[in-house]
């Protein structure tokens, strides 16, 4: 599978359960007359031998894509790697995390061990395991607030899966909209709400990457003790800055990217 499949795979499968990212990319399409430029794509995984990073990197490893850095996240037990394209400078830079089960509560653990342990190991040694979602078919609305309760992270795979978390419109490829500001300024006329968790925008043109991003789509899920709100995904903008050397900045800030990950936090769109 080349890279051009993999990407539109993982579109079709984040729009399909976060259709505001399709009206938002629209939006700026129609704005600039134009195809929107994408920054990077993000996937969440947790470090389960069966299914951490070392097993979803896999197929973009093979479509040309290649390690460039790795990022640690203590407070929420997470670490994460970077990738780009080894040929194409142009192509969407991805960004896998994984949640360090053995830094989390060990019913948490266990929560999480046990839902793994109901898929068969074909599942996760498919090499297409990053498109499927939720590949484990009953959920508990139980479970998913014990994990919510300690980590908003781990909740949201629980009910989500293997899927694109969130895809980042390039806000320097714009030629109407020049600024994160005005770019968060167009998304709130047009009826989105903002994550302000560490601000607006999160980084710094000193810092050399603004970031900013919607709240999560909400959906209703049926889960084994009936039907409930919870969050998927989110769309991020993302603005790079020159380094010394004149090129532009391309790797992440730990902060920043650590208030991004809020995005899909349920609390923040009561």
């Known amino acids: 599978m080349n890279k051009e499949q993999i990407l539109e795979r993982l579109w079709n499968g ?8 399709a009206k938002i990319n629209s939006l700026f ?27 979803l990197e896999k197929i973009i490893i093979k479509a040309g894509y290649q390690a460039i850095d790795t990022y ?13 394209h080894s040929t194409d400078a142009d192509a969407p830079k991805i960004f896998i995390s994984q949640l360090k089960l053995e830094e989390i509560s060990e019913e ?15 599942v996760f040694q498919d090499e297409e395991l990053l498109f499927k ?17 300690e980590s908003e992270y781990a909740a949201w795979m629980y009910i ?12 320097n490829t714009l030629s109407k909209l020049d600024s994160l500001e005005s770019v968060n300024e167009f998304i709130k006329e047009n009826g989105f709400k903002m994550n302000t968790s560490g601000g607006e925008i999160k ?3 000193e810092q050399l990457l603004e970031q900013s991003s919607v709240l999560a789509d909400t959906q209703e899920l049926e889960f084994r003790e009936g039907t409930h709100t919870v969050t998927t995904c ?27 990950f809020e995005s899909t936090d349920l609390v923040a769109q009561s």
């Open 203 to 205: 980084g710094s043109p």
């Open 133 to 149: 979602g939720r590949v484990w078919e009953e959920i508990s609305y139980t479970v998913y607030e014990t994990l919510r309760a």
């Open 29 to 55: 399409s129609e704005l600039e007359g134009s195809k929107i430029a994408n920054d990077h794509i993000a996937i969440r995984t947790f470090n389960d031998e069966r299914v951490c990073i070392d097993v």
């Open 160 to 171: 989500c899966g293997f899927c694109a978390n969130h895809f980042t419109l390039y806000v």
């Open 72 to 84: 640690e996240f203590p407070v929420k037990k997470l670490e994460a790697r970077h990738y780009q």
């Open 14 to 21: 984040y729009t399909a359960i976060t259709p505001s990212a």
């Open 108 to 122: 948490a653990q266990r929560l999480i061990k046990a839902t793994l342990d109901t898929v068969d190991n074909s």
């Open 234 to 260: 989110y769309y991020e903008f993302a603005k790079r800055y020159p380094m010394e050397n004149g090129e532009l900045y391309n790797g992440f800030i730990a902060a920043s990217a650590d208030k991004i």
